[in-house]
């Protein structure tokens, strides 16, 4: 199921884009489930990285798809934007937000299906477990692969990932439900850390790149056997 929305403020338009959807679906066998939006802040109320691609109307009346985009980026870095617009100078502001391409009206349905194709593939590329988590402001999407570890100091958790730190509201038990099974050890109160940064173990300390994490006494031992187990399971 490809999650699509298409944020288009003309009517006639929007049911264009939804039938050529329904057409490509039906010679490519793929199932769409799309939702329609007539404005770029209809479509940022609430968002919480619910779609895989956007079909983005950029001259909008109350917040346009360029400025849209901007807010979704900080939220979902993944979903695959698609331009569709009637002026191709916009084509340069679009790669900023790292649209994937633009459409021009009126929307020729070769081009569509083509551009559609890419984003797809992309979109398979990608899929990947992921986490929503509370941030200030909304919700925000987090690939579990990039965790490196989860820091919690009262009601507040810090996620140090791959693309730098994500502060978040919540507690540690919280962050051990939602990343159960995918490779997560809770050294110790105030820390959860990804089994798979481990670079090496010294005394009770846990060197994970420049960082060091202490594993408690008594969890000192559970720790060393869940390390093994998981160098073992992954290992060529």
Do not use: W
């Amino acid at each position: 199921m490809i999650r699509i929305a298409i944020v288009e403020d003309d009517i006639r338009c929007a049911g264009e884009i939804a039938e050529y959807l329904d057409r490509y679906s039906a010679e490519n066998d793929v199932e769409f489930r799309i939702s329609v939006f007539h404005d770029g802040d209809e479509i940022v109320a609430g968002y919480q990285g619910d779609f895989d691609i956007l079909l983005m109307d950029i001259e909008l009346p109350l917040l346009n798809g360029m400025e849209a985009s901007k807010e979704i980026r900080g939220i979902d870095r993944d979903v695959e934007i698609i331009f569709i617009t009637n002026s191709p100078q916009y084509a340069i502001q679009g790669y900023r937000v790292g649209a994937l391409d633009y459409i021009l009206k009126p929307v020729n349905y070769y081009a569509f299906s083509q551009t559609i194709t890419r984003a797809i593939e992309r979109n398979e590329l990608k899929q990947e477990r992921s986490i929503l988590v509370n941030v200030k402001g909304g919700r925000q999407k987090i690939i579990v692969r990039k965790i490196r570890f989860v820091e919690v100091r009262d009601h507040d958790l810090t996620f140090h990932t791959e693309d730098g730190d994500i502060s978040a509201r919540g507690t540690i038990r919280d962050a051990m439900e939602e990343l159960e099974g995918h490779g997560f050890f809770h050294c110790n109160k105030g820390y959860l850390i990804n089994l798979a940064f481990v670079d090496s173990i010294s005394g009770h300390d846990i060197k994970m790149g420049k960082d060091i994490i202490p594993v408690g006494r008594t969890r000192k031992k559970a720790f060393m056997e869940a390390l093994n187990k998981y160098m073992s399971s992954h290992s060529s």
